[in-house]
């Protein structure tokens, strides 16, 4: 006896075993229990969903003798003719090679005649939206007003090239990709009964690769047993057999993007080549695995829409932390431009490796994307700051004194670099023969003592302020971008706020706490944050040190007033 492929063997035979398509099984059910039969069903969805199956299902159910909560009983002579191919009464035509005025013609004949056996004459029309216009016209008629022993089920993937005037002569039942977790599930209940010796893991990979169809990953189990026959199907055998990439390589490949590293990235690509994996597999999971991480960024609970283990979550947690939301959208867009020129591409490995010099080096486009993602960069190396050479970790004028803002007052706590550095010019006076020009006048900034403690505290979230603020993400980066930390006493900080809008939201005791446990949790510190708002003609380039630096650096005795 042949071999019969799995998506052919498991077919369904009763509704009870249809998955997925709960909605539509339920209402063909109930209207073959109250006998309210229509005569005109549209099923659209994608591939292998359940379209034909559901209606062949149906055909027999409207014709069982014995029906079983109606659903057919697959035992009686007429259910048994129908899964055979033998009866007269069900007639299945592939509309793309029956497609004309002609082949249209022969059904109106056709339904002259009542059913040989059974209640009903079924006609199902598979791929319904490649009838030529003249055929759907024909059909229009028939279509409205057939007689009563007459179904008609129009099947099709692509509801938008079906005319208005047959779309309103149908019921229409929208098919649902089917999850993937049903897809999985099923996979397990086939394997067993197949006796395949298969991994989960391996399971939920086929299930993802099938993109919401069930004939699909039948099919893709398929391929894989049959490679690895009489073998334990594990996962990286899986990968193997379809040309697929683990997705720890995809985080390896996303950090070698956010850093700009196109050799890397060339590299990788080279050993994905040399592995034999297809690259338009590749580029659809990676844009797969971007989305994932966008998710992960910006949904409270990603576990809920996210498919995958607890460890798996953590870290792709840790990699969406790694760049925001605006560039992950600029990495999904050219990647999924480029997963459509691929497919008819013949120099497929030219085209991906372009793709990926196009994410590391967003400076050779000029598109509005690329350029946000530039000033993105730079914004980053600005609030990183850059240290100035000082009088020590906490002394005047140090790095620490005017903050982590470096040229502009966003992230840090003092004074931008052009101001910093007048005051550098007029501490240490002016050198012989710098020029004609007199010097500004300028007034040194107060300086206020505080313990050491305070100090330490203040001088880490100082400089970690551009760290910390692209760590909490969300709505809060924008909001915190223009503002300053002063000390507020022990284990206690206020961010100073130039923006009336950004303060009532930073102000929120759920930002204050959000922020709070941040830095908890990253550097270990149980500070309280207080918020206000900066004042008009208030400066901000107040130097906090400790006695024992002032000491050191003035050579004078320092009372420290209560």
């Not at 990286?236 to 985080?251: E, K, M, N, Q």
């Not at 960024?297 to 498919?307: F, L």
């Not at 300086?447 to 305070?454: D, N, S, T």
């Amino acid at each position: 006896m042949s071999y019969m492929a799995l998506y052919r063997k498991w077919r369904p035979a009763a509704f009870d075993d249809v998955k997925g398509q709960d909605h539509i099984v339920t209402t063909l059910k109930n209207q073959i229990l109250s006998q309210r039969i229509g005569h005109a069903y549209l099923f659209c969805g994608t591939r292998g969903t359940g379209k034909t199956t559901i209606a062949k299902i149906f055909a027999k159910a409207v014709n069982c003798e014995h029906p079983v909560n109606g659903s057919p009983c697959g035992e009686c002579r007429i259910c048994r003719s129908i899964a055979s191919g033998a009866s007269l009464n069900v007639v299945e035509i592939d509309a793309a090679s029956n497609n004309g005025v002609d082949n249209i013609r022969e059904i109106r004949e056709q339904v002259q005649y009542p059913p040989t056996e059974g209640n009903y004459r079924v006609y199902i029309i598979d791929e319904v939206h490649m009838l030529s216009t003249g055929a759907f016209n024909a059909l229009l008629k028939t279509l409205e007003e057939p007689p009563s022993y007459v179904i008609f089920i129009l099947a099709t993937t692509e509801v938008n090239r079906i005319p208005v005037t047959v779309l309103s002569r149908c019921q229409r039942y929208d098919f649902k990709r089917i999850s993937i977790a049903t897809i999985t599930d099923r996979l397990k209940e086939l394997s067993a009964a197949e006796q395949i010796d298969v991994e989960e893991r391996a399971l939920s990979y086929i299930a993802r690769a099938a993109d919401g169809s069930m004939r699909d990953a039948l099919s893709l189990l398929d391929q894989c047993a049959a490679f690895h026959y009489g073998e334990c199907l594990t996962y990286d055998r899986v990968l193997d057999v379809l040309g697929a990439v683990d997705t720890a390589i995809f985080s390896r490949m996303f950090r070698a993007v956010t850093g700009g590293r196109t050799a890397d990235c060339i590299r990788q690509l080279e050993e994905l080549i040399v592995q034999g994996r297809e690259l338009s597999q590749f580029v659809t999971d990676f844009i797969w695995y971007m989305r994932n991480l966008l998710l992960a960024q910006t949904v409270e609970d990603a576990e809920g829409i996210v498919d995958m283990s607890s460890e798996n979550l953590r870290l792709l947690k840790e990699d969406a932390g790694v760049t925001d939301g605006e560039t992950l959208m600029r990495y999904i867009r050219v990647l999924s431009d480029l997963s459509n020129q691929i497919r008819y591409a013949s120099q497929k490995r030219v085209l991906v490796e372009l793709a990926f010099i196009r994410l590391t080096k967003p400076q050779m486009e000029q598109d509005y994307d690329s350029v946000i993602e530039r000033l993105n960069k730079i914004e980053e190396t600005l609030e990183e700051g850059v240290p100035a050479k000082g009088f020590g970790a906490a002394g005047m004028f140090g790095a620490d004194a005017y903050g982590a803002g470096g040229s502009l007052p966003a992230a840090g706590a003092g004074l931008p670099a052009d101001r910093a550095g007048a005051g550098m010019a007029a501490a240490q006076g002016s050198a012989p023969g710098a020029g004609s020009q007199p010097a500004q006048a300028f007034t040194p900034p107060r300086e206020v003592v505080l313990p050491k403690a305070q100090l330490e505290d203040l001088e880490l979230i100082r400089n970690e302020w551009g760290k910390i603020v692209r760590g909490l993400g969300g709505a809060v980066r924008p909001s915190f971008r223009d503002t300053i930390v002063e000390p507020s006493g022990d284990s206690c900080l206020t961010i100073v706020f130039s923006s009336v809008n950004n303060f009532e939201f930073g102000r929120q005791a759920k930002v204050m706490g959000q922020l709070e446990e941040y830095v908890k949790s990253v550097y270990g510190k149980d500070i309280y944050f207080k918020a206000r708002l900066l004042g008009n003609g208030e400066r901000t380039d107040t130097v906090y040190v400790t006695a024992e630096d002032l000491k050191e650096h003035i050579h004078m005795d320092i009372t420290v007033e209560d």
